[in-house]
């Protein structure tokens, strides 16, 4: 008989921050980026601090995104490495109190854990070994000659068509199984098991989960609230 899984979203999902962007700034500050880059990333950024719109975090984040792609070949590889380690070591524990603790709980009860992100693998790897995860998926970037070709997945990919692969690989079954994320991106895999987890989510997961009457939960500082209609 198959062990049931459950399968996390990382970035504001488990850890507090979104650890792509930390990569893209460290990698920013030491100038692995195009000119005027860096500024114009910390500017959309600022907009979205500022609230001025509903869609400010999701224009600095396809800010960031679309000028990490284009600098790519000219990033050093081994400083982009150093990068993924230092963010790694800085936020393996800065997480929510809530998905932590069902982490815990499940691997209690014998889940398989699995971890599906769109940040670089190289820190999803590692952030999945430290809390005891059983296999993870992140973006890949290709490299060749000691240089990145520029290709691989970009940060925004199938999550649903990746858990396929895990569920495959592991031999296991959707039946009771558990699925928590934050954002649009996670709503194919939430809607593909059992018990799926609008967790802080942002306006257009929230929408959907209400409208499918999933469970959503927020937490702020210390308190963790569960939204019913």
Partial sequence: MSRPFAVFDI???????????????????????????????????????????????????????????????????????????AVFSEYKDQTFRYTRDLVRRLKGEGYLLFAISGSPQEVVSLLAQHHGFDDAIGCTFVRANGRFTGDGHTPIFDKKSALDTLVQKHSTTYEESYAVGDSTSDAPMLAAVTHPIAFCPDQQLYDTAQKHHWPTVVERKNVIYEITR
């Fill in 11 to 85: 970035d504001g999902t488990l850890i507090r921050w979104q650890l792509f962007h930390a990569i893209v700034h460290s990698l920013g500050k030491t100038g692995q980026l195009g000119a005027g880059d860096f500024e114009a990333i910390n500017t959309a950024r600022l907009a979205w601090k500022n609230r001025g719109t509903t869609e400010g975090f999701h224009a600095y984040e396809q800010e960031l995104v679309n000028r990490f792609l284009a600098a790519l070949p000219r990033v050093d590889p081994s400083v982009y490495d150093t990068a993924c380690q």
